[in-house]
């Protein structure tokens, strides 16, 4: 997508070097910078602290991560060293688990001199395979919007947190279908969830912005309102850190209570994420660990003081350190919640994905 009207990828291979380029996410919405990761312990520490963040985009970052790691003649204790050393960083998304799972068994086989090329090879693929499964939800995703906005003239829509191009390599989940819906000309509005603590939704206020797309920033609380005024959401649409084979749904806290909301409104609630977002192991949302982060995320906020312009961000503190808090990363959404499910392969109801994805009817063939 597009970052002062440059098309922009979160991260990129750097040509002629052993390293990539990421979207530093920690600075955003209000310093755009880039870092370069070039060891193991670069791509895991910006897994950890999020200077990379939304599952698609983790998966990707930990696969060039082992890449990062194999040096020539890499031996199979080193392999399973990097991938241990990356499966420790994000317990919940899956994507993650996903792609070092696909690294580690295309590598295995290979004698430790063809490992280091193949793996920059391979993560390569993936970051390729994530942009154009996104591109297909976002064709998919406008399958299904058109009809809305064609009987009303527009289309209004509400996400919460970030599941833009931001969180993937490029064209994002939840966002993908907006974006091709804008570029479609079609005349579209979205409503943004600020997504406290970490206020991923500014991410998603900026990504939109710097594709011109029209949007109001609204706090977490204000989304039961403006659910319940009648006709004002066509449709609630959000990514997914984990999606369990019976349908059940773990994203950013905060996303339940916009699912019972817009059941309660009668507002179509989807939800949009690719192939590697699926865990075919996981028999129910009662089974996904679910992270718990620093209890500063909420003690502490960071900001740019008014006045300053470019000057430095800032950290205020507005609970002190021994305060107790709660700060789940993650909530699950059952099943029965969400209206349809947009993929890269459809558009299905959430008990249809055993028709795109067969692995999931074993499944629940062993439950």
């Given amino acids: 997508m597009n970052v002062n009207q440059i098309p922009t990828r979160t991260l990129r291979q750097v040509p002629g070097l052993r390293a990539v380029d990421i979207i530093d996410q920690t600075a955003l919405p209000h310093d755009y910078r880039t870092l370069r990761l070039a060891t193991l312990e670069d791509a895991a520490h910006a897994i950890r602290?999020?200077?990379?963040?939304?599952?698609?985009?983790?998966?990707?970052?930990?696969?060039?991560?082992?890449?990062?790691?194999?040096?020539?003649?890499?031996?199979?204790?080193?392999?399973?060293?990097?991938?241990?050393?990356?499966?420790?960083?994000?317990?919940?998304?899956?994507?993650?688990?996903?792609a070092l799972a696909r690294m580690h068994s295309h590598l295995l086989p290979l004698r430790p001199g063809e490992r280091a090329d193949a793996a920059w090879r391979e993560a390569g693929l993936i970051a390729e395979e994530d942009a154009a499964q996104c591109r297909r939800i976002g064709e998919n995703g406008l399958a299904l919007l058109a009809p809305i906005a064609e009987q009303r003239g527009r289309l209004e829509l509400m996400t919460h947190c970030n599941a833009g191009w931001l969180a993937t390599v490029d064209h994002g989940t939840a966002l993908a279908p907006i974006y091709?819906?804008?570029?479609?000309?079609?005349?579209?509005?979205?409503?943004?969830?600020?997504?406290?603590?970490?206020?991923?939704?500014?991410?998603?206020?900026?990504?939109?912005?710097?594709?011109?797309?029209?949007?109001?920033?609204?706090?977490?609380?204000?989304a039961g309102p403006l659910l319940a005024r009648a006709g004002q959401i066509d449709a609630v649409i959000v990514g997914a850190d984990r999606i369990a084979a019976n349908g059940d749904v773990a994203n950013k806290i905060g996303t339940y209570l916009k699912a019972l909301a817009a059941r309660a409104a009668d507002v179509p609630f989807y939800v949009a994420a690719p192939r590697s977002t699926i865990?075919?192991?996981?028999?129910?949302?009662?089974?996904?660990?679910?992270?718990?982060?620093?209890?500063?995320?909420?003690?502490?906020?960071?900001?740019?003081?008014?006045?300053?312009?470019?000057?430095?961000?800032?950290?205020?503190?507005?609970?002190?350190?021994?305060?107790?808090?709660?700060?789940?990363?993650?909530?699950?959404?059952?099943?029965?919640?969400?209206?349809?499910?947009?993929?890269?392969?459809?558009?299905?109801?959430?008990?249809?994905?055993?028709?795109?994805?067969?692995?999931?009817?074993?499944?629940?063939?062993?439950?």
């Avoid at 969830?193 to 949007?215: F, I, K, M």
């Avoid at 982060?293 to 021994?322: F, K, M, N, W, Y």
């Fill in 180 to 222: 091709a819906a804008f570029d479609a000309g079609i005349d579209v509005h979205v409503w943004v969830s600020e997504t406290r603590p970490r206020n991923q939704g500014l991410l998603t206020a900026w990504e939109l912005r710097q594709h011109g797309v029209p949007h109001t920033l609204f706090a977490d609380n204000a």
């Fill in 279 to 367: 865990d075919f192991a996981c028999a129910s949302g009662r089974e996904i660990p679910i992270e718990e982060r620093d209890g500063d995320e909420l003690r502490v906020l960071h900001g740019r003081t008014i006045g300053q312009g470019s000057g430095p961000i800032e950290r205020l503190r507005q609970l002190p350190a021994d305060e107790a808090v709660f700060n789940p990363a993650f909530d699950v959404t059952p099943a029965q919640l969400v209206t349809k499910f947009i993929t890269e392969l459809g558009v299905c109801a959430a008990d249809g994905l055993s028709s795109f994805y067969p692995e999931i009817r074993h499944v629940s063939d062993s439950h």
């Fill in 49 to 98: 602290v999020m200077q990379v963040r939304g599952a698609p985009l983790i998966g990707v970052t930990a696969a060039y991560g082992v890449a990062l790691a194999l040096a020539p003649h890499a031996d199979d204790a080193t392999l399973a060293a990097a991938v241990a050393t990356l499966a420790a960083t994000r317990p919940t998304a899956v994507n993650l688990h996903w």
